[in-house]
């Protein structure tokens, strides 16, 4: 999966002003400073060299990098009521039984609002493989939200069929379907996509877990529609 692109100037400049920031506001008591980054594809050389030239300064702290794996092993180190301040809560199977349409509408109102102008998209009538979510090659996690959300997604159709707009759900598809088109067209893995899409819905930090269903149940339907991801193995599509 590759990493955005990185002005390299940029992040150079940021290992220095938050080495000062931290320095200044902890100076008392700061022993220890560590640049963290999420950069799965490396950490550039020029970057690499800001840090060393930091702790060439600045031996009375100790100076060091974590990467995505330290960030993951120290998130999964911590417990429940930890993680969940960190990140928020997490949908529960109770949760999705108790989808809010009115979440659900909110977000629908959302998408609609942000599109550039009277996208439509016909509907796909076809079958929905029942291997969709395999040959996609979804992770598991994902695969877990989707089958959760599709439980949940006949609410969303007839929501859909009854919004005031009459091409409410066209719009919709045809907006999702382009975000899809676009993140494949960039190289992006299926879980790295999806969770574009989510991110899309949501809005990125902290959701509650009403709006977490409701966007769960949203990608299910438009899964389930086959307006994102693929409906036959790239071996087999015409």
């Not at 702790?55 to 009521?81: C, F, M, Q, V, W």
């Not at 629908?108 to 009277?118: E, T």
């Not at 676009?182 to 709006?211: A, F, K, W």
Request: net charge negative.
């Amino acid at each position: 999966m590759p990493d955005a692109a990185i002005n390299v100037a940029t992040l150079v400049n940021k290992i220095n002003d938050d080495y000062t920031l931290a320095g200044n506001h902890l100076k008392a008591i700061m022993k220890e400073w560590h640049f963290g980054h999420n950069l799965l594809n490396g950490f550039p050389t020029e970057a690499v060299l800001a840090l060393e030239q930091l702790k060439a300064s600045n031996k009375h702290h100790t100076i060091g990098l974590i990467g995505p794996s330290r960030l993951e092993e120290y998130a999964l180190g911590l417990d429940g009521n930890a993680l969940s301040e960190l990140f928020g809560p997490a949908a529960t199977a109770e949760d999705s039984r108790n989808l809010n349409m009115t979440e659900v509408g909110a977000l629908m109102d959302s998408v609609i609002s942000a599109m550039d102008g009277g996208a439509t998209n016909d509907s796909d009538l076809k079958p929905v493989p029942i291997d969709k979510l395999e040959f996609n090659k979804l992770p598991e996690h994902w695969c877990g939200l989707i089958r959760s959300g599709i439980q949940n997604a006949p609410y969303v159709a007839a929501f859909i069929g009854q919004h005031h707009d009459p091409e409410a759900g066209m719009k919709i598809a045809a907006a999702f379907n382009e975000r899809y088109r676009v993140l494949r067209l960039e190289g992006l893995d299926p879980g790295v996509i999806m969770d574009r899409l989510y991110e899309g819905i949501t809005g990125v930090g902290s959701v509650t877990t009403q709006r977490q269903v409701a966007a769960h149940a949203l990608l299910a339907h438009l899964f389930e529609s086959c307006d994102i991801f693929e409906r036959e193995a790239e071996s087999t599509a015409s």
